[in-house]
C-alpha cells in the first residue's frame, strides 16, 4: 500500500514538473527521449551553474533536460510520468463532459452565473493534461478528440496556430502518426474557413514534410498529407510546386510516396487544363509538362538502375499520354517541336526496355531488377496497346527468356501474363 502510494506521489510530482517545463518554454521544438546516463554529460556540461529545468522545477537534480528549445526527458521515468498523465487526464475530460452537461442544463433553466467561470477552469485542465498526455502517447486518441471539441467552440486563430505548433512537436519524434497528421489536417480546415491565407500554409507546410521526409524515409502518412494540400492549390501553384520537387525527388528515387505526389499534382494540372480548354487539343504547355516528366523520368531509369518506383512512374506517365494526348489520330499533328502520335511513343518506349533488358553483370542484383522492371513495364503496355501492332518489334528479342532470366523465381507468373496477352490479341 505505501509503495503505491509512493508511485503514485512520484509520478503526479514528474507530472507536475513536465507541465511546469512545457508552460514555461511554448516555443518547445523538439523532443527526446534520453537514457539517464547521458544526463550526466549533460549536468558537466552546465557545470556549477543550475541547468534551466532546475530554475523552473526547484530541483537540483531534474529528469528533464530543456536547452535551446529542445526537451530531454529520461527513459527512466516514462512509465510512472505516463500513467500519471493518462489518469489525470481521464480525469479532467470526465469532469469537463460533466460541467458541460450541467451547464447545458443550467442554461436552458436561466439559473446560476458561476457555473461557466469554472467550466473555463476545467476545460483550461483538460488542454493541459491532454498536452502532456499527447507528448508520451502521440496515438491517443480520446486526448486528440477533446482537444477537437474544445478548439471547435473557440474563434482565436492565435489557437489554432498553437494547436499546428502541438502537432509539429509531435511529429518531430514520432513523424509516422497517423493520429497526428489528421488532427494537423482539421485544424487547418478552420484555419481555411476562418480566412487564414493558404499560400502561407502551403508553403510552410510544403517545408515541414519535406523535412520530414528526410528524417523518416518512406513516410507515407506524411506525403499523404502533402497530396491533401493539393486540394488547395491552384493550377500554377501545382506547376510550381512539381518544378520545385524535382530535386528532391531526383535524390531520392526508391522513394515512391515523393512520385505518388508528383502523380497528384500532375493530376491536378491536367484537371484544371481539362475544364478550361476550349477546343478539343491541350495548350502546348501541358504537352510539355507531360513530355518533360517522360524525358526526366528516362535519365532517372538508366542513371539508377533497377528501381521499382521509376518504372511504376512511367505506367502513370504513359497511360495519361495514351488517353488525353495521343488518343485522336486525326489531331495528332506536331506542335512545338512533340510528336504526339501513338506509334512514335510506342517507338521509344520500345527503344528504352530495349536498352534496359540487356543483363551485364548476372551478380549484381539491380541489373536483374532492371530487365525484370523493363520486361514487366513492356508487358503492360503490350496489355494497354493492344492494337499497337508491335508484333515485329516483339519478334526481335525473346520477352519470356529475357523475363525467366531476370526473375526464374516468377517464371509461372510471367508464362501466365504472356500466354494471357497473347491470346487477347
Not at 341 to 356: A, G, K, M, R, T
Request: proline share 2%; net charge neutral.
Amino acid at each position: 500500500m505505501a509503495e503505491s502510494t509512493d508511485f503514485e506521489t512520484r509520478a503526479a510530482d514528474l507530472l507536475s514538473q513536465f507541465e511546469q517545463i512545457l508552460q514555461s518554454d511554448p516555443l518547445i521544438d523538439e523532443i527526446g527521449f534520453v537514457h539517464p546516463s547521458q544526463f550526466v554529460k549533460f549536468n558537466e556540461e552546465v557545470g556549477n551553474s543550475k541547468s534551466a529545468t532546475s530554475e523552473i522545477t526547484g530541483n537540483k537534480k531534474s529528469d528533464f533536460w530543456l536547452q535551446d528549445h529542445k526537451l530531454g526527458i529520461s527513459t527512466q521515468i516514462l512509465h510512472p510520468l505516463y500513467v500519471a498523465a493518462r489518469n489525470t487526464f481521464m480525469a479532467a475530460n470526465m469532469k469537463y463532459r460533466s460541467s458541460c452537461n450541467q451547464d447545458d442544463q443550467t442554461v436552458s433553466g436561466n439559473s446560476s452565473y458561476g457555473l461557466p467561470n469554472s467550466l473555463n477552469v476545467v476545460e483550461s485542465d483538460v488542454m493541459k493534461h491532454s498536452r502532456a498526455l499527447l507528448l508520451l502517447s502521440c496515438d491517443f486518441g480520446t486526448a486528440w478528440n477533446s482537444r477537437k471539441f474544445i478548439l471547435s467552440k473557440k474563434q482565436s486563430l492565435s489557437i489554432y496556430l498553437d494547436e499546428l505548433l502541438l502537432s509539429k512537436l509531435v511529429l518531430s519524434y514520432f513523424p509516422k502518426s497517423e493520429q497526428a497528421w489528421s488532427h494537423r489536417r482539421w485544424v487547418m480546415k478552420l484555419l481555411v474557413e476562418k480566412g487564414y491565407t493558404v499560400e502561407e500554409i502551403l508553403k510552410k507546410e510544403s517545408e515541414l514534410v519535406e523535412r520530414i521526409a528526410e528524417m523518416s524515409k518512406m513516410n507515407y502518412r506524411a506525403w499523404n498529407h502533402r497530396r491533401w494540400l493539393v486540394s488547395y492549390m491552384s493550377r500554377e501553384q501545382a506547376l510550381n510546386e512539381l518544378k520545385e520537387t524535382r530535386k528532391w525527388a531526383a535524390l531520392h528515387v526508391a522513394d515512391n510516396c515523393c512520385f505518388h505526389y508528383r502523380r497528384r499534382l500532375m493530376l491536378k494540372i491536367l484537371a484544371e487544363s481539362t475544364c478550361k480548354k476550349i477546343s478539343s487539343c491541350f495548350s502546348i504547355d501541358i504537352y510539355q509538362v507531360w513530355k518533360e516528366e517522360l524525358d526526366w523520368d528516362e535519365m532517372l531509369i538508366k542513371q539508377y538502375i533497377g528501381r521499382e518506383a521509376l518504372w511504376i512512374h512511367r505506367r502513370f506517365l504513359s497511360v495519361c499520354w495514351m488517353r488525353h494526348f495521343a488518343i485522336d489520330q486525326k489531331v495528332c499533328e506536331q506542335e512545338g517541336g512533340i510528336k504526339k502520335d501513338i506509334p512514335f511513343f510506342i517507338e521509344n518506349e520500345l527503344n528504352l526496355v530495349n536498352s534496359c533488358s540487356f543483363i551485364s553483370n548476372e551478380y549484381f542484383e539491380d541489373f536483374q531488377a532492371q530487365a525484370a522492371g523493363s520486361g514487366a513495364y513492356l508487358l503492360w503496355l503490350i496489355k494497354n496497346c493492344p492494337k499497337s501492332k508491335m508484333d515485329e518489334k516483339l519478334r526481335t528479342y525473346n520477352l519470356k527468356t529475357l523475363l525467366n532470366k531476370a526473375c526464374p523465381e516468377r517464371y509461372t507468373l510471367w508464362d501466365s501474363l504472356i500466354d494471357s496477352i497473347e491470346s487477347s490479341n
